[in-house]
């Protein structure tokens, strides 16, 4: 053998294109080596038009090209009426698209992207926006089709994801400005203010009495948009509120904005001083600048995923004997349709033609295959590995078994934002108390002094506003939320961290998410075999790409890599190839049964029974050695994380499997009533809606769209995911697989952050005694609120950002 | 003493200046990707020049 000179070689056998290990280096131009035919075509285009500068960003900038663009893939954006929905813009002679492409991820790819017109003329400009991974591109469409212009994309690497929810809705995606708009007057209004009473702070003796008014119309022209702009999202929502009888904290923030405005407008006009312009000002800045902090969204990610932005966009449909593409909007029950290897199959449907290989892994989080035959039915979701297979349209796309599940659940109603939250629910008592202390110095004073006695009233309406009360959660809130950013836990806004912190229970799907989806534990049932036989399994699974090719090549250790010739691959069936003169062959059992080794095969094995599925037989030379059992792996770090929560929550798990892991089950979650088998997606919606109806507060997690229902229903939903920009269910909160194990801390740090708001509330109602403590003397001067009102706010903001940091660095988060 | 009203007036004028120049910016999208642009400023439009060698050094 001649493996020690394999192995030096093996060491610059990288891809030039993807980075990844090439099977050989018969694959190469221009002295560069590539792993596979597709790469070596990307960068024959690129080099072809001079935008090798790809590659000298940054080393092997590509993703592999291993499974080609099949040929008639976009057809369907032929159609015209398609192509208009999916256009953002279009003169007939220049169209402008929006493509959502989740493979770029470095800034080689932006420079490429951006450089497409050297690529074709008729594309006159792309532009990149990373952060939502979206690609702009307009193009002379008289001139290129749409098609042409995602095969371009397609063929140098960056296939844009098309699915069936851009065609449905359009721009869904309006980001509201006006709060830059309001922070910036705001902020304008507060400097120009603040310089115009700065004669009035230091007490100058203004030589001129016409001077002083006139800066106070000048102070009061300046307020007038800061009160009814800026101000306006504050009376809107109190009326909301108070229309649905409930006392937000916008209602007494209102009282005090308005309680400013009036007593400042009556000082200028009165008496020719600029009253308390300044504060509120200042205010409504800090305010404003609190709104959007709490409004951290993470753009890239999508929590309202639905079914919609999972399907394709278009069916082939086979009608007498002819394949046509059409909208799958316009699939009817009854037609025929033709699902190629890849595809995912979009209604319930019966198996007509074919064999069925279907791969469920976004339904349920398993990935092995489920083999299906002529007449049985198969749910929508599924994707058909192998040969194409014609179906027959059971149902409507809509009202599928999982997409109708879908549906039903998306339903419920979203709770007004402003109506939660602990401020919220305060704010009830808060408003009484103002509205009390108010009416107790005006009544104290009305026997002495009217004007004492309107005056105090107003300045208690205004000291007593609970700004920094206000501020406190979206500080601290926006906070945690960017901390948990940092650390792979994207939640959706600063509410479902309200929820978190007040969860008692956790309900756990078992595939895919205690256990993990990609990994599994591989066992190899038969001979012994030799480290060379080991090393001739991994260089024939390194050429395919199907995932058990993939899990075997993981499990072998070593980085030898021997050359395979007259490799074979029969898509759902197995592999095979020449190694050093051997024939290895690795497959499923009807692989061997075409050759003929089923005897053999029997003899071996014939006490095992077994699920077909994820089992791999190897034959080397003709003699079969054995077999690799795949089974799913659990995360590590799944027992501690249970064992973790169960003291201090209610945990149960829910598994659509079947019981053959049950034992374990039950001993990790401490009781047989707490572990569940055979639980169809609507029995996990059930099951959290019983434990909801007494009155627990249920935290669920899973990750495929069998928890869809489930996630929606609980209180607060958590998808795991391997890879947050795949596809995730409809959630509050998503979760990177691999940070699974911090759970509990990240549950135990919103229970700190919400302490965190309590001690704030403490601070900034000391401020509003002292303050309280001058207004109802009617002695609060405009001078005292210019200082008190910054001072209260910025203390909270640095007070909160501060404490929510330390804890999480003592937590291990930062 | 008119002359510093005149002071005044001018100072706001600026002063909505730039908030007008702060709409204008937030209107025409400049906010909305704040990442791709600084990426975007560093490519060079030459084809094979010193600056690659280097990138190539550092990478390796």
């Given at each position: 053998?001649t493996?020690?000179?394999?192995?030096?070689?093996?060491i610059?056998?990288?891809?030039?294109?993807?980075?990844?290990?090439?099977?050989?280096?018969?694959?190469?131009?221009?002295?560069?080596i590539?792993?596979?035919?597709?790469?070596?075509?990307?960068?024959?285009?690129?080099?072809?038009?001079?935008?090798?500068?790809?590659?000298?960003?940054?080393?092997?900038?590509?993703?592999?090209?291993?499974?080609?663009l099949?040929?008639?893939?976009?057809?369907?954006?032929?159609?015209?009426?398609?192509?208009?929905?999916?256009?953002?813009?279009?003169?007939?002679?220049?169209?402008?698209?929006?493509?959502?492409?989740?493979?770029?991820?470095?800034?080689?790819?932006?420079?490429?992207?951006?450089?497409?017109?050297?690529?074709?003329?008729?594309?006159?400009?792309?532009?990149?926006?990373?952060?939502?991974?979206?690609?702009?591109?307009?193009f002379?469409?008289?001139?290129?089709?749409l098609?042409?212009?995602?095969?371009?994309?397609?063929?140098?690497?960056?296939?844009?994801?098309?699915?069936?929810?851009?065609?449905?809705?359009?721009?869904?995606?309006?980001?509201?400005?006006?709060?830059?708009?309001?922070?910036?007057?705001?902020?304008?209004?507060?400097?120009?203010?603040?310089?115009?009473?700065?004669?009035?702070?230091?007490?100058?003796?203004?030589?001129?009495?016409?001077?002083?008014?006139t800066?106070?119309?000048?102070?009061?022209?300046?307020?007038?948009?800061?009160?009814?702009?800026?101000?306006?999202?504050?009376?809107?929502?109190?009326?909301?509120?108070?229309?649905?009888?409930?006392?937000?904290?916008?209602?007494?923030?209102?009282?005090?904005?308005?309680?400013?405005?009036?007593?400042s407008?009556?000082?200028i006009?009165?008496?020719?001083?600029?009253g308390?312009?300044?504060?509120?000002?200042?205010?409504?800045?800090?305010?404003?600048?609190?709104?959007?902090?709490?409004?951290?969204?993470?753009?890239?990610?999508?929590?309202?995923?639905?079914?919609?932005?999972?399907?394709?966009?278009?069916?082939?449909?086979?009608?007498s004997?002819?394949?046509?593409?059409?909208?799958?909007?316009?699939?009817?029950?009854?037609?025929?349709?033709?699902?190629?290897?890849?595809?995912?199959?979009?209604?319930?449907?019966?198996?007509?033609?074919?064999?069925?290989?279907?791969?469920?892994?976004?339904?349920?989080?398993?990935?092995?295959?489920?083999?299906?035959?002529?007449?049985?039915?198969?749910?929508?979701?599924?994707?058909?590995?192998?040969?194409?297979?014609?179906?027959?349209?059971?149902?409507?796309?809509?009202?599928?078994?999982?997409?109708?599940?879908?549906n039903?659940?998306?339903?419920?109603?979203?709770?007004?934002?402003?109506?939660?939250?602990?401020?919220?629910?305060?704010?009830?008592?808060?408003?009484?108390?103002?509205?009390?202390?108010?009416?107790?110095?005006?009544?104290?004073?009305?026997?002495?002094?009217?004007?004492?006695?309107?005056?105090?009233?107003?300045?208690?309406?205004?000291?007593?506003?609970?700004?920094?009360?206000?501020?406190?959660?979206?500080?601290?809130?926006g906070?945690?939320?960017?901390?948990?950013?940092?650390?792979?836990?994207?939640?959706?806004?600063?509410?479902?961290?309200?929820?978190?912190?007040?969860?008692?229970?956790?309900?756990?799907?078992?595939?895919?998410?205690?256990?993990?989806?990609?990994?599994?534990?591989?066992?190899?049932?038969?001979d012994?075999?030799?480290?060379e036989?080991?090393?001739?399994?991994?260089?024939?699974?390194?050429?395919?790409?199907?995932?058990?090719?993939?899990?075997?090549?993981?499990?072998?250790?070593?980085?030898?890599?021997?050359?395979?010739?007259?490799?074979?691959?029969?898509?759902?069936?197995?592999?095979?190839?020449?190694?050093?003169?051997?024939?290895?062959?690795?497959?499923?059992?009807?692989?061997?049964?075409?050759q003929?080794?089923?005897?053999?095969?029997?003899?071996?094995?014939?006490?095992?029974?077994?699920?077909?599925?994820?089992?791999?037989?190897?034959?080397?030379?003709?003699?079969?050695?054995?077999?690799?059992?795949?089974?799913?792996?659990?995360?590590?770090?799944?027992?501690?994380?249970?064992?973790?929560?169960?003291?201090?929550?209610?945990?149960?798990?829910?598994?659509?499997?079947?019981?053959?892991?049950?034992?374990?089950?039950?001993?990790?979650?401490?009781?047989?009533?707490?572990?569940?088998?055979?639980?169809?997606?609507?029995?996990?919606?059930n099951?959290?809606?019983?434990?909801?109806?007494?009155?627990?507060?249920?935290?669920?997690?899973?990750?495929?769209?069998?928890?869809?229902?489930?996630?929606?229903?609980?209180?607060?939903?958590?998808?795991?995911?391997?890879?947050?920009?795949?596809?995730?269910?409809?959630?509050?909160?998503?979760?990177?697989?691999?940070?699974?194990?911090?759970?509990?801390?990240?549950?135990?740090?919103?229970?700190?952050?919400?302490?965190?708001?309590?001690?704030?509330?403490?601070?900034?109602?000391?401020?509003?005694?002292?303050?309280?403590?001058?207004?109802?003397?009617?002695?609060?001067?405009?001078?005292?609120?210019?200082?008190?009102?910054?001072?209260?706010?910025?203390?909270?903001v640095?007070?909160?950002?501060?404490?929510?940091?330390?804890?999480?660095?003592?937590?291990?988060?930062? | 003493?008119s002359?510093?009203?005149?002071?005044?007036?001018?100072?706001?004028?600026?002063?909505?200046?730039?908030?007008?120049?702060?709409?204008?910016?937030?209107?025409?999208?400049?906010?909305?990707?704040?990442?791709?642009?600084?990426?975007?400023?560093?490519?060079?439009?030459?084809?094979?020049?010193?600056?690659?060698?280097?990138?190539?050094k550092?990478?390796?």
């Amino acid at each position: 053998m001649t493996l020690t000179k394999q192995v030096s070689q093996e060491i610059n056998l990288t891809c030039y294109h993807c980075g990844e290990l090439s099977p050989s280096d018969t694959i190469h131009l221009d002295e560069k080596i590539f792993c596979c035919d597709g790469c070596k075509i990307v960068y024959e285009i690129l080099n072809e038009k001079n935008l090798c500068a790809y590659y000298d960003l940054n080393e092997s900038p590509g993703k592999n090209q291993k499974n080609l663009l099949l040929k008639d893939k976009y057809a369907y954006l032929d159609d015209e009426e398609l192509t208009r929905k999916l256009l953002d813009f279009s003169d007939g002679k220049v169209s402008t698209i929006t493509f959502f492409i989740p493979q770029m991820h470095c800034s080689s790819c932006i420079w490429l992207l951006e450089n497409l017109f050297k690529i074709d003329i008729n594309i006159l400009q792309s532009r990149v926006n990373f952060i939502e991974r979206k690609l702009s591109v307009s193009f002379r469409s008289n001139k290129i089709s749409l098609r042409k212009v995602v095969e371009i994309l397609t063929s140098i690497g960056y296939e844009p994801q098309i699915s069936f929810e851009d065609v449905e809705k359009k721009s869904k995606n309006f980001v509201n400005k006006s709060l830059y708009y309001k922070v910036g007057l705001a902020g304008f209004g507060f400097g120009n203010i603040m310089l115009l009473s700065f004669p009035e702070y230091l007490s100058i003796d203004v030589s001129s009495e016409s001077l002083r008014t006139t800066f106070s119309y000048v102070i009061f022209l300046i307020s007038l948009p800061l009160f009814f702009y800026c101000g306006s999202e504050y009376f809107i929502s109190a009326y909301k509120g108070l229309r649905k009888k409930f006392v937000n904290i916008d209602v007494p923030l209102s009282l005090g904005i308005l309680a400013f405005f009036v007593k400042s407008s009556y000082e200028i006009f009165a008496h020719g001083s600029p009253g308390y312009m300044d504060s509120l000002a200042g205010l409504l800045f800090f305010l404003l600048l609190g709104k959007i902090f709490q409004n951290k969204t993470y753009e890239v990610l999508n929590f309202e995923r639905n079914y919609k932005s999972f399907f394709p966009i278009s069916v082939t449909v086979k009608k007498s004997g002819e394949e046509k593409t059409i909208p799958l909007s316009h699939l009817k029950i009854g037609e025929r349709i033709v699902v190629k290897n890849g595809e995912l199959i979009p209604a319930d449907a019966i198996l007509f033609n074919g064999d069925g290989n279907i791969d469920y892994s976004f339904v349920t989080g398993e990935s092995s295959p489920v083999s299906k035959v002529i007449g049985e039915m198969i749910y929508a979701g599924g994707r058909q590995i192998g040969s194409s297979i014609e179906l027959e349209v059971m149902k409507e796309v809509s009202q599928s078994y999982l997409t109708q599940l879908w549906n039903n659940f998306q339903a419920k109603g979203k709770v007004e934002f402003s109506f939660t939250g602990i401020a919220n629910s305060l704010s009830k008592y808060f408003t009484f108390a103002i509205l009390l202390s108010a009416s107790a110095a005006f009544f104290y004073w009305i026997r002495t002094d009217v004007d004492i006695a309107i005056t105090s009233f107003i300045t208690v309406l205004i000291i007593a506003c609970p700004c920094a009360l206000a501020m406190s959660t979206p500080f601290t809130l926006g906070n945690t939320l960017r901390i948990f950013g940092k650390n792979d836990f994207y939640v959706k806004n600063i509410r479902v961290l309200e929820d978190l912190a007040r969860i008692d229970t956790i309900v756990w799907d078992k595939t895919g998410t205690i256990t993990k989806a990609g990994e599994t534990e591989i066992e190899f049932d038969g001979d012994v075999l030799s480290s060379e036989g080991k090393t001739m399994v991994k260089s024939l699974v390194r050429n395919s790409n199907h995932p058990l090719s993939k899990k075997i090549f993981a499990s072998i250790e070593g980085s030898s890599i021997l050359k395979v010739e007259k490799f074979l691959e029969i898509i759902g069936k197995g592999i095979e190839g020449d190694i050093a003169g051997q024939k290895i062959k690795i497959g499923s059992e009807t692989f061997f049964d075409l050759q003929k080794t089923k005897e053999v095969e029997d003899t071996i094995y014939e006490a095992i029974p077994a699920p077909v599925n994820s089992e791999v037989y190897l034959s080397i030379d003709g003699v079969v050695k054995g077999k690799y059992k795949i089974q799913n792996k659990y995360r590590e770090e799944t027992d501690l994380v249970i064992n973790k929560t169960k003291s201090n929550y209610d945990s149960f798990l829910l598994s659509g499997d079947n019981e053959t892991e049950k034992s374990f089950l039950v001993k990790l979650f401490g009781s047989e009533n707490k572990v569940f088998f055979r639980q169809s997606p609507l029995d996990k919606l059930n099951f959290i809606k019983k434990l909801q109806s007494g009155k627990k507060k249920v935290l669920m997690i899973g990750d495929g769209l069998n928890d869809a229902g489930a996630l929606s229903q609980s209180n607060v939903g958590i998808s795991i995911s391997e890879d947050i920009l795949n596809f995730t269910p409809a959630s509050d909160a998503i979760l990177n697989a691999k940070m699974l194990k911090n759970l509990p801390t990240f549950l135990n740090f919103t229970t700190i952050s919400l302490n965190i708001i309590y001690g704030s509330f403490g601070i900034s109602i000391l401020y509003n005694l002292f303050g309280l403590y001058f207004a109802v003397q009617g002695l609060l001067s405009p001078l005292l609120s210019a200082v008190l009102m910054p001072i209260s706010s910025i203390s909270v903001v640095v007070f909160t950002t501060l404490t929510t940091t330390f804890f999480a660095k003592r937590k291990g988060l930062l | 003493m008119s002359v510093i009203v005149v002071l005044i007036l001018f100072s706001i004028m600026v002063a909505g200046g730039f908030l007008v120049a702060f709409i204008w910016a937030v209107k025409s999208g400049q906010y909305d990707d704040k990442y791709t642009p600084s990426v975007r400023m560093l490519f060079d439009d030459k084809e094979k020049t010193i600056l690659n060698e280097k990138t190539n050094k550092t990478n390796s």
